[in-house]
């Protein structure tokens, strides 16, 4: 496990369960290699990204050659692609791809206008298919691997895009969450890339939505908001449930979910990290 804490930079956590402080400064987002757990990668403010390939004893900066041409967002996004680990995705003013684990990079994207990239999503199912979030609430979406975008925003509520979650199988069914306090305006879904999108905000009370996961062995959807952790099962979508037993009364920034321990994460504000096991469907036997 990693976090990124600001004004205290970024943790690892080793699979004996000891930490290790592996970055100063304010640390922000952070990835861990899914083919080996001790390559990471970790990053402090405006995109100022680092690899190591020995679990943060070392480390080396791998993204000066884009912060010299572009700006990073206060929390920059990036992401390993689910399906190449030495490939890596980041956002800036436009989006960047190496296909060395940030040793090299290209540049992809052509935008104008120098608003910062605050979402940056590759499709586990196909990793041509990414979506990116900027200037608040303009989704775009590339289904070439980042040469061509198209907005896909339209039906969306004008309001603060906080977290883009793609479904593990099917790259045009897309959750997207919404900070701030607009009544019924919490989180959208669609099944068609962003064509069209439908309102699932139900009965989630009216705070920041940070943050979602979903889990698709059990088909549900994980939404951290400023006072915990709520889900439901997409394909019932009776409404939504508080999960909060044990857990502080907290801002939740950021779910992850390990489908090796069973475990939902929770990255909290100024409570750590917290774990607790996934919703799992009650399996039946005959007799």
Request: some cysteine; aromatic content about 10%; hydrophobic content about 35%.
């Amino acid at each position: 496990a990693m976090g990124g804490a600001q004004d205290n930079g970024c943790n690892y956590r080793n699979n004996q369960g000891n930490w290790f402080h592996v970055l100063g400064a304010d640390g922000m987002n952070v990835e861990i290699d899914q083919t080996n757990p001790t390559v990471i990668y970790f990053s402090s403010q405006n995109g100022n990204m680092s690899r190591s390939y020995n679990g943060g004893a070392s480390r080396i900066g791998i993204s000066g050659s884009i912060r010299s041409a572009e700006n990073g967002d206060w929390v920059t996004p990036f992401a390993i692609d689910p399906n190449n680990s030495t490939i890596l995705f980041a956002g800036f003013e436009n989006v960047w791809k190496s296909t060395n684990r940030g040793s090299n990079w290209t540049k992809l994207s052509n935008f104008s206008g120098g608003n910062t990239i605050r979402q940056l999503k590759v499709a586990p199912s196909n990793s041509n298919v990414i979506y990116i979030c900027a200037d608040d609430n303009q989704i775009r979406r590339s289904t070439n691997g980042g040469t061509n975008w198209s907005l896909v925003n339209s039906g969306l509520p004008n309001r603060v895009i906080s977290d883009i979650e793609i479904h593990p199988s099917f790259a045009d069914s897309v959750w997207v969450s919404f900070s701030g306090y607009s009544t019924s305006n919490k989180v959208f879904v669609t099944g068609d890339g962003g064509q069209s999108w439908v309102n699932r905000t139900t009965n989630l009370p009216n705070l920041p939505a940070n943050d979602l996961a979903y889990d698709t062995v059990s088909n549900t959807l994980y939404v951290g908001t400023d006072i915990g952790v709520y889900y439901q099962n997409v394909h019932v979508n009776l409404g939504w449930n508080a999960y909060n037993s044990g857990l502080p009364n907290v801002i939740i920034n950021e779910l992850e979910i390990h489908y090796g321990a069973g475990k939902l994460r929770a990255a909290t504000y100024g409570r750590g990290l917290w774990e607790t096991k996934l919703i799992r469907p009650i399996s039946t036997k005959l007799s």
